[in-house]
């Protein structure tokens, strides 16, 4: 990123990729610089925000993918950062927002775990897991029979 002190960006709807693998668009991305302790010399941090304005349930930011998946990007994008803290906000629930904070060293580890999961999504003949929450925007259910089985199991 290469901020001086005190210097800081901030971006809305910035998408950032995974090589030519996955991205995600972040709502809200801000990256600043300060002079650390001592010879730690200038640490470089982000902050992200997922704005959630429709109704629904969504995971608070520590146990958030979504979110943990964005803070990763950013790793990847901006290599410098040190530490990316990530906010979810609410309007409509209670709280309001929550937060979270990753250091880069456990977002590095994180990086490889979630491509794992991109390419068993992304591969030729993925499994399928239906339920609740990863069937519910997807356009295939109707046809899925892995849906028409869950259903099954139901009514029996």
Not at 90 to 115: M, N, V
Request: charged content about 25%; glycine content about 6%.
């Amino acid at each position: 990123l290469g901020l001086l002190e005190n210097q800081t960006t901030i971006e809305r709807e910035v998408r950032l990729w995974w090589d030519d693998k996955w991205s995600g668009q972040l709502d809200y991305l801000e990256t600043w610089a300060k002079l650390g302790k001592m010879d730690e010399g200038l640490n470089e941090f982000a902050f992200v925000a997922d704005y959630k304005t429709l109704r629904g349930e969504h995971d608070p930011a520590p146990d958030n993918l979504q979110l943990l998946a964005q803070a990763v990007l950013v790793l990847k994008n901006y290599p410098k950062i040190t530490e990316v803290f990530v906010a979810l906000i609410e309007p409509f629930q209670d709280p309001i927002y929550t937060t979270a904070s990753y250091t880069a060293d456990y977002l590095r580890g994180k990086g490889d775990w979630i491509c794992g999961i991109v390419d068993e999504a992304t591969s030729e003949n993925p499994s399928r897991t239906a339920g609740p929450s990863q069937c519910k925007w997807c356009s295939a259910v109707p046809f899925c029979p892995e849906v028409r089985n869950k259903i099954m199991e139901i009514v029996k």
